[in-house]
């Protein structure tokens, strides 16, 4: 294997791929990046097993051939070497770098122990806008399980129709579902995608409207970005039914001003992480919402104006479950909806059904 590349383009696909690499092995080769010489690109490939990104760069190519290097070496060496151009040369088990008047080697990896990737060439796909998807993955991804006790629920549900997709993630504390319109599919299916993978694909994917194709076969998913290709295995189980913890009719509504309300919250946090019971109660009254949070140190009072339908209400909730739903969403006002004060919220667009974020309640003995 012989060829020349220019040094940021490769220090820019190593610092992709390398986000494959498995932090925590026993098996060496999954700490490598793979380098393929072919026709006139480099291509690099890296997996963990459950998650494998392969990215492609134009090069000068020699000689093809492939080689297996210590990624995170390999990676640091190159991100040095960005205004350079590079020759690589394997030379029996050695790769040699060549740039300017310098040379350097690396012992490389065994070749024939890297896994093969699945690369999905004829898979049923869905075409969505990459702010879509990038969208769809921020909404929802931290409502995901954290916890081995069911492995199922560290990843997002995804429900395909013909018109749209939704992404549903549950810990047991909150429940997120997002729902975000899809160009064309050939796929109607129901598939659970691991939070660390949809975490990766949202870091690579753009906030623009070009349109990229989903593939999914068997028990993988690939998201093709031309150059780029993030390919994941799926999770394997039944994942929980949902739609029976979802309340359908609420004796309370508010629609509140979000930045309002996230400020509030945000203030509020300060007084309840200090204290370390991280609650914030609300208290629905006629035209105002008043949220309060007590400890040792002081209090903290915030007054704010709704609009409420229904009956008054005292609750309390986990003050971080709140504020991270309220952060993803870009909406001036949000609906938030309640029955009792040991049931969960339903927070919601005062219009539409884009988003729904289901929180439940803490409870407060004598004191709500």
Do not use: H, W
């Not at 986000?19 to 999954?30: D, E, F, Q």
């Not at 796929?187 to 994917?205: N, Q, W, Y």
């Not at 509020?268 to 019971?277: E, F």
């Not at 609300?282 to 949070?293: A, M, P, Q, R």
């Amino acid at each position: 294997m012989q060829l020349v590349c220019d040094g940021l383009d490769l220090g820019v696909a190593t610092l992709k791929v390398i986000k494959a690499i498995s932090n925590k092995t026993t098996n060496p080769i999954l700490e490598g990046i793979k380098l393929t010489a072919i026709n006139d690109t480099l291509v690099l490939s890296a997996t963990d097993l459950e998650l494998g990104i392969e990215k492609t760069i134009k090069a000068e190519v020699k000689e093809e051939g492939e080689t297996v290097v210590p990624g995170r070496f390999f990676s640091e060496f190159i991100k040095k070497l960005a205004n350079e151009k590079i020759e690589l040369t394997l030379i029996d088990n050695r790769l040699k770098i060549n740039y300017t008047d310098s040379e350097s080697y690396v012992q490389c990896l065994n070749i024939l122990e890297f896994p093969d990737l699945k690369i999905i060439e004829d898979g049923e796909y869905f075409t969505i806008s990459q702010k879509n998807l990038k969208s769809l993955i921020n909404k929802s991804i931290m409502a995901v399980a954290l916890d081995d006790s069911r492995p199922i629920l560290k990843g997002c549900l995804f429900e395909i129709s013909d018109n749209d997709i939704k992404s549903i993630a549950l810990d047991g504390f909150r429940l997120a579902k997002i729902k975000m319109p899809i160009k064309k599919t050939t796929a109607k299916a129901s598939i659970v995608v691991p939070a660390r993978s949809l975490s990766e694909i949202s870091k690579l994917i753009e906030d623009v409207e070009d349109d990229i194709n989903v593939y999914i076969q068997k028990n993988f998913l690939m998201v093709d970005l031309n150059d780029t290709k993030i390919i994941t295995r799926l999770l394997d189980g039944e994942f929980f039914n949902y739609e029976q913890i979802i309340p359908r009719e609420f004796t309370t509504n508010i629609l509140v001003n979000k930045s309002q309300l996230e400020d509030a919250l945000d203030r509020t946090a300060i007084l309840s992480r200090v204290d370390r019971n991280n609650f914030v109660k609300f208290d629905v009254k006629e035209k105002l919402l008043t949220l309060t949070s007590n400890s040792d140190i002081g209090n903290i009072k915030e007054n704010i104006s709704i609009s409420l339908s229904g009956m008054d209400i005292m609750i309390a909730f986990n003050t971080r479950y709140i504020s991270e739903s309220l952060r993803a969403i870009e909406d001036e006002f949000v609906k938030i909806s309640f029955n009792t004060p040991s049931s969960p919220c339903v927070i919601t667009p005062n219009e539409g059904d884009e988003y729904l974020y289901l929180i439940l309640p803490i409870r407060i003995i004598n004191n709500l």
